[in-house]
T-cell receptor
């Protein structure tokens, strides 16, 4: 069925370390792909998005590339900060025949230590 | 406009009681979504509206759950005869959806209503 699989957390890194959070999806067609972030005590916020194959979404130093051939959308950041500590959710949606509902992964908690 | 708002933020109830949550979307958004999030999991889709029409309901939405969006603006989610398994964060999101030309669907989320059923 349709699903999103993320690498399990928690992920603990030192400040300025390189971050990768893996995400793969199972869906037919050409979904749009998203990373949402949930900071402690706050609601979900869109971090970045990509709407077609080979698109790269980027925001706040984070990047993710839509890889149709591997059905992946891995999140990367070259140098993490303590303020990046949060839970990150990978998600996809299909607009035209599914109303745009989001299918989320289980989330990956990131903890960045000074 | 300050974004999507939800009320109440927290609700504690006893098993068997009915509860109702409200969501106010971003004013120009025609699509409104409800999700449920349990601890350590990602949000799961419950239902969505386009304007006042409820277009899809998840199998997660049992007969005890009902949602409305009577005038295409705010929405309510009611849970009847609550059970302990209903304890979760209920999230509302809204977006500007169209009929084919929208290339993606950026949903804006509210802060959620945390339900605890004792």
């Amino acid at each position: 069925g349709n699903s999103v699989t993320q690498m399990e957390g928690p992920v603990t890194l030192s400040e300025e370390a390189f971050l990768t959070i893996n995400c793969t999806y199972t869906a037919t067609g050409y979904p749009s792909l998203f990373w949402y972030v949930q900071y402690p005590g706050e609601g979900l916020q869109l971090l970045l998005k990509a709407t077609k194959a080979d698109d790269k979404g980027s925001n706040k130093g984070f990047e993710a590339t839509y890889r149709k051939e591997t059905t992946s959308f891995h999140l990367e950041k070259g140098s993490v900060q303590v303020s990046d500590s949060a839970v990150y959710f990978c998600a996809y949606s299909k607009i035209y025949n599914q109303g745009g509902k989001l299918i989320f992964g289980q989330g990956t908690e990131l903890s960045v230590k000074p | 406009d300050t974004g999507v708002s939800q009320d109440p933020r927290h609700k504690i109830t006893k098993r068997g009681q009915n509860v109702t949550f409200r969501c106010d979307p971003i004013s120009e958004h025609n699509r409104l979504y409800w999700y449920r999030q349990t601890l350590g999991q990602g949000p799961e889709f419950l239902t969505y509206f386009q304007n006042e029409a409820q277009l899809e309901k998840s199998r997660l939405l049992s007969d005890r759950f009902s949602a409305e969006r009577p005038k295409g603006s705010f929405s309510t989610l009611e849970i009847q005869r609550t059970e302990q398994g209903d304890s979760a964060m209920y999230l509302c999101a809204s977006s500007l959806g169209g009929s084919g030309r929208v290339a993606y669907n950026e949903q804006f989320f509210g802060p959620g209503t945390r339900l605890t059923v004792l």
